[in-house]
């Protein structure tokens, strides 16, 4: 299934539902959701249902004027930090003239040029030329299902040695947000807390942020430059080394040194499914 969310001013409820429904013939058969403001039930939370919708989809096309602009700051942030973005699936709509290249760059928008066939009566020609376009995206395997491959985090041995890692053949569809990467366990050195096989989210983190991660005790995985990817507490960090510590009490403390540490990532979601 492709997802497309259209992001629009909430002024603008009838131009996206006017664009919802010229792309309802590509939807059609075809696996293909639409979503926007349009979907969401009352009693909603408007910020999460919106961050729902913008890490989920595929493409996104947003219905550019001055007032979302001005107005939408934080949906904008969120757009941009967000898999569309960093893979160019984000589609401006200038719907007024507006400043939208200051804000989101020099992307290609839509329609591409200035001239569409109007209808006598309305605007169907702006909405049909925007939908051929999404379409040529569709059809040319531009919008693509964001497989996320899986970091194998070691959670199997007493002693640090050199490690292949190798992660599973099939991805899972996710939408993840910068930083962020899916962690699969392996072993059961940080049983009960995780188990063998299990999916989990790490957002990865700076340096200076370790201690925290220590005073809390928020389990991490440690990405090494030879040693694969640790999943652990970390106990102690100095100048030279990181202490690695077990739930599982059977497994012994590990030390590694600082230099060897290519990320390291505070686990913030379990049981990806």
Avoid at 73 to 93: G, H, Q, W
Avoid at 114 to 139: C, M, N, Q
Avoid at 229 to 240: E, F, R, V
């Amino acid at each position: 299934m492709k997802k497309i969310y259209i992001s629009h001013h909430s002024k603008d409820v009838s131009k996206a539902e006017a664009l919802t429904k010229h792309l309802f013939p590509l939807v059609e058969g075809h696996e293909i959701e639409v979503s926007s403001s349009l979907g969401m039930i009352p009693g909603s939370n408007v910020a999460d249902f919106i961050f729902d919708q913008i890490t989920s989809s595929d493409l996104i096309l947003v219905l550019a004027c001055s007032d979302y602009l001005s107005d939408c700051a934080d949906e904008i942030a969120n757009i941009k930090n967000s898999y569309c973005f960093r893979s160019n699936n984000v589609v401006p709509i200038e719907i007024s003239q507006c400043l939208w290249k200051d804000v989101f760059g020099k992307i290609m928008c839509l329609p591409k040029g200035l001239y569409f066939e109007r209808a006598p009566f309305d605007d169907s020609g702006f909405w049909h030329t925007v939908t051929l376009g999404v379409k040529d995206l569709i059809s040319n395997g531009k919008v693509c299902l964001n497989y996320k491959i899986p970091i194998p985090a070691r959670a199997d041995s007493n002693t640090s040695h050199h490690s292949q890692e190798n992660p599973s053949e099939i991805g899972k569809r996710l939408k993840l947000s910068f930083g962020e990467e899916l962690i699969e366990v392996q072993g059961d050195s940080m049983s009960p807390v995780f188990e063998n096989g299990e999916f989990l989210v790490g957002t990865i983190v700076e340096k200076d942020e370790i201690p925290s991660l220590i005073r809390r005790k928020t389990a991490c995985a440690i990405r090494t430059k030879t040693e694969g990817t640790y999943l652990k507490y970390i106990s102690s960090i100095d100048n030279s080394e990181l202490t690695l510590a077990s739930a599982n009490k059977t497994h012994k403390d590990i030390t590694i040194d600082t230099s060897e540490i290519e990320n390291v990532y505070k686990i913030t979601l379990r049981e990806i499914r």
